[in-house]
């Protein structure tokens, strides 16, 4: 008989083999060079190899790349000149191209970036509001495959999925507008320090890439981020969560948004298969919750909805012993969006019983939605087949 995990391994391969036809294309520029980044340690050490070079070189090429934030080859003194040039003959060390970049009168900023295909995705930078740091938000996919019914990014049909460089680039682009290079030591303060997966697309459904752009970002000899600095949300891939915390164990995020499976099914339509007693048990697996770290679960405030006094005590029965936060999000309104946001009283009542049922309940300020970079305001005009350069 088969146990629960084949099971899950199974449906795992199905999940990756259906999203392969949305791979991202190959990472060369129009030359033909080979772009460097989203190569893990051991790949860069081949392809370096392979072109003749001594194996000692990938150490001092990803040092350049990910701790100094070197593009060129001709910055990477410690690397002498004639294999300086040979390397820029044959590689790239890539950014996405910045489209559009919008700062809001919050400080929020957002680039739409443009890919080598043309095809493109938004990444938002949201600054503390009280300290020297901030949070960089990236998209994983172009479009999403899941068209929950609040948010913008769902309006608009899976184009293709990130590519590893493409997910890594947006935070290094990120970085490089901020001058924020060389990458910290020990604990050197940097603004740039938090990266969270909540743009565009759904993490989860390309996990591989995700995950591979994530150890790059993890590695200690380059960015460097620690695993606590990274939140991964999810709007609910039970069999990948698993994998996530085993292989990552970044911290987790959960879209919960509604406490019954009957709304749930219609506004996060991904519930209809997986339901909400095989999310909270996957919920009660992830590693942060068995630690001092906590999940989150983020719940969009919607008028009428799912905002009553009965579904905030339904929540914390059905999170009861998880140690977890929960993010209360005022609904981001976009042009055609069919719910309006709480009230603010509603928000208050609904805060306060989960909050005195021992559950830190913050209610997320909207942040850059004059510039629509607010959480699920997220959309570009990439279409299938039509790339939009
Ligand atoms: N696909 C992932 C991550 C991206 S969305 C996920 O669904 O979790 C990041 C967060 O914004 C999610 O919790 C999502 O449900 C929420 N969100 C989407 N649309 C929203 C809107 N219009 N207003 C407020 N939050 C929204
Ligand atoms: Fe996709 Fe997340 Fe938006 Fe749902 S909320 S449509 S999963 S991006």
Request: hydrophobic share 40%; glycine share 6%.
């Amino acid at each position: 008989m088969n146990n629960p995990l084949d099971l899950d391994e199974a449906e795992r391969a199905r999940i990756q083999a259906k999203t392969a036809r949305f791979a991202p294309p190959p990472a060369a520029d129009a030359d033909g060079r080979r772009d460097l980044v989203g190569l893990s340690r051991d790949e860069l050490r081949a392809v370096l190899i392979e072109a003749g070079e001594a194996a000692f070189r990938a150490k001092q090429v990803w040092h350049w790349i990910y701790y100094q934030g070197a593009t060129d080859f001709a910055r990477m003194s410690s690397i002498a000149k004639p294999s300086q040039s040979r390397l820029a003959e044959r590689f790239v060390i890539g950014r996405p191209a910045v489209a559009t970049v919008q700062t809001s009168s919050d400080e929020t900023r957002k680039w739409l970036f443009r890919f080598r295909d043309g095809q493109e995705a938004e990444t938002v930078y949201i600054p503390d509001k009280y300290e020297d740091r901030g949070a960089v938000c990236i998209s994983s996919q172009v479009g999403c495959t899941l068209s929950c019914r609040f948010c913008h990014t769902g309006t608009q049909p899976l184009v293709r999925n990130l590519g590893v460089a493409e997910i890594v680039g947006q935070f290094m682009a990120a970085r490089d507008a901020y001058g924020e290079w060389p990458s910290p030591k020990g604990e050197t303060p940097r603004l740039l320090s938090t990266v969270v997966l909540m743009g565009m697309g759904e993490p989860l459904y390309n996990y591989d890439n995700v995950a591979r752009a994530m150890a790059i970002v993890m590695d200690p000899e380059g960015i460097g981020l620690s695993r606590r600095r990274i939140t991964l949300s999810t709007s609910g891939v039970v069999p990948m969560m698993d994998r996530c915390g085993a292989e990552l164990g970044v911290n987790l995020a959960v879209s919960l948004h509604a406490v019954r499976d009957a709304l749930r099914d219609e506004i996060v339509p991904l519930n209809r298969k997986y339901p909400l007693r095989e999310l909270i048990a996957a919920c009660r697996r992830y590693p942060s919750a068995s630690n001092a770290r906590r999940i989150t679960f983020e719940y969009v405030m919607l008028k009428g909805i799912n905002d009553s006094e009965a579904e905030a005590r339904e929540l914390i029965r059905l999170i009861a012993g998880i140690p977890a936060k929960v993010n209360l999000i005022p609904f981001n309104p976009w042009p055609g969006s069919p719910y309006e946001t709480s009230t603010r009283a509603a928000i208050d009542r609904f805060a306060k019983i989960v909050n005195d049922a021992g559950f830190s309940s913050p209610v997320r300020a909207p942040r850059g939605r004059d510039i629509l970079a607010a959480c699920g305001q997220l959309r570009t005009a990439s279409r299938r087949g039509a790339p939009a350069a």
